[in-house]
């Protein structure tokens, strides 16, 4: 009964293979495709931080820059506007087309001798004239010409050298005329003020004269007439001797200058004059100290 039960199994199997293999052999139906899952954007993420290679892995890595530091963007102002067509008048205006090319200048102050000079004159005063031409707008070179009139006194020194048994002389003095040429250079100093240089030279007409006191109408001591104004009185003096000569000098100053308004500018100015006389051990040399206009 066993063996024919093993057998009848052994003849169902084989016949069941080849029915099984037919099966695998035949093409099996296409399975529809899974629906496609449309892909959300990544997330923008900081790099990861360096992270140092593991050990043994046989090469080095070097370390990377830290990334630059990103400034804040800050407010820019707008351009600053043109100036005002006026400025004020303390602000200094650089010099432009209309600005004239030719100044006058007047002044007026102190004469002083300088050197040896001052034992044989005394300080006096000093006035002038001139007239400065520039070559171009804005130069700060200026070609000057100038008319002075110096007036000292002489010392007793002076006027003892000059007494005769004859005379009484008691009083002299020393006139000058003179008319330089000068360069003149300016230096700004601020807004409100300019330096000055010049030198030059010219000529230089010196009159030394001296008087005594005289009498007229008979009468003595100081007494004296004056016919033109019908006058007698006392006190009265009479030229009675003196010398004129031209001879050619030089000079050098400086000055400070700043505007007043109304195209004019005040001045204050020294300068040095040098003459040299002939047949003397020392020169006349006079130093005057001048305020004025310059327009």
Not at 114 to 125: E, I, M, N, V, W
Request: net charge neutral; charged share 15%.
């Amino acid at each position: 009964m066993t063996k024919r039960s093993i057998a009848l199994t052994a003849i169902g199997l084989c016949s069941a293979l080849p029915a099984a293999r037919a099966q695998q052999t035949q093409p099996q139906p296409a399975q529809p495709a899974p629906p496609v899952q449309q892909q959300q954007p990544a997330q923008q993420q900081s790099p990861p931080a360096q992270q140092s290679p593991p050990a043994g892995s046989g090469y080095y890595r070097f370390p990377q820059p830290a990334p630059a530091p990103q400034y804040p963007t800050y407010y820019s102002y707008p351009a600053q506007s043109p100036p005002p067509a006026n400025p004020p008048a303390h602000v200094m205006v650089t010099p432009s087309a209309n600005d004239r090319l030719v100044h006058w200048r007047v002044d007026g102050g102190w004469s002083e001798p300088a050197g040896a000079t001052s034992d044989y004159l005394q300080g006096g005063y000093s006035v002038g004239l001139g007239v400065s031409v520039a070559p171009a707008h804005g130069s700060p070179l200026d070609l000057r010409l100038d008319v002075n009139y110096d007036r000292n006194a002489a010392t007793q020194k002076l006027i003892g050298a000059n007494q005769t048994s004859g005379d009484v002389i008691n009083r002299g003095r020393e006139e000058i005329w003179s008319g330089t040429l000068d360069l003149e250079m300016h230096l700004p100093l601020g807004p409100a003020a300019d330096l000055y240089v010049f030198g030059g030279g010219g000529a230089y007409n010196m009159s030394l004269s001296f008087g005594e006191p005289f009498y007229a109408a008979g009468g003595g001591g100081n007494y004296y007439c004056d016919p033109f104004e019908q006058f007698c009185g006392g006190g009265g003096e009479v030229k009675v001797s003196s010398r004129t000569l031209t001879k050619f000098g030089w000079n050098a100053g400086a000055g400070i200058e700043g505007p007043i308004g109304i195209g004019a500018k005040w001045f204050i100015e020294g300068r040095y004059n040098r003459v040299q006389h002939p047949n003397t051990a020392f020169p006349l040399a006079f130093i005057p100290v001048t305020v004025g206009l310059r327009f």
